[in-house]
């Protein structure tokens, strides 16, 4: 897994995380906030692209133009 793959999986993790467990936890008067799922959703789409571009030059296909949908 390349570098770009491992922090899309990451954001994607997190996102995940977020969905199933809530944006903040509180527990023992303590509150855990996690990331701001706008932010992770805007990194996520730049890490999409990144892996896109990873795979379109590991074919050779550094001049052809490649839309990612989101």
């Known amino acids: 897994m390349t570098e770009a793959q491992q922090r ?4 994607r993790a997190a996102i995940k995380d977020i969905l199933e467990k809530g ?3 509180r527990k023992d008067g303590r509150e855990l906030r996690r990331a701001d799922l706008d932010s992770l959703r805007s990194l996520e789409a730049q890490y999409t692209r990144d892996v896109a571009a990873e795979q379109l030059a590991q074919r050779g296909a ?3 133009i490649s839309y990612v949908k989101i």
């Open 62 to 64: 550094r001049n052809r």
């Open 8 to 11: 899309l999986a990451d954001v």
């Open 23 to 25: 944006q903040s936890i």
